[in-house]
């Protein structure tokens, strides 16, 4: 595997794990009915699209390499 595609994978899993993690502990309204949020939710996305990108340039490497 491509030094692109290892690190995409871990970027999803990281960003899988963020998620989760905002799902499980955050996400609540309090008592005067604020939104708590923390910055699992935009570091996972961030995650999520940068693990996308360099999964499928690792694939795009491999595809278009010269034989």
Do not use: C, H, N, W
């Not at 595997?1 to 690190?7: L, P």
């Not at 699992?40 to 996305?45: A, E, R, T, W």
């Amino acid at each position: 595997m491509t030094k692109f595609r290892i690190v995409g994978i871990v970027a999803l899993v990281a960003g899988t794990v963020s998620l989760l993690l905002e799902k499980i502990y955050y996400g609540y309204l309090d008592a005067d009915g604020v939104l708590q949020e923390s910055l699992f939710l935009p570091i996972g996305f961030l995650l999520l699209v940068l693990g996308a990108v360099l999964f499928a340039a690792g694939l795009a490497a491999r595809v278009f390499r010269p034989a």
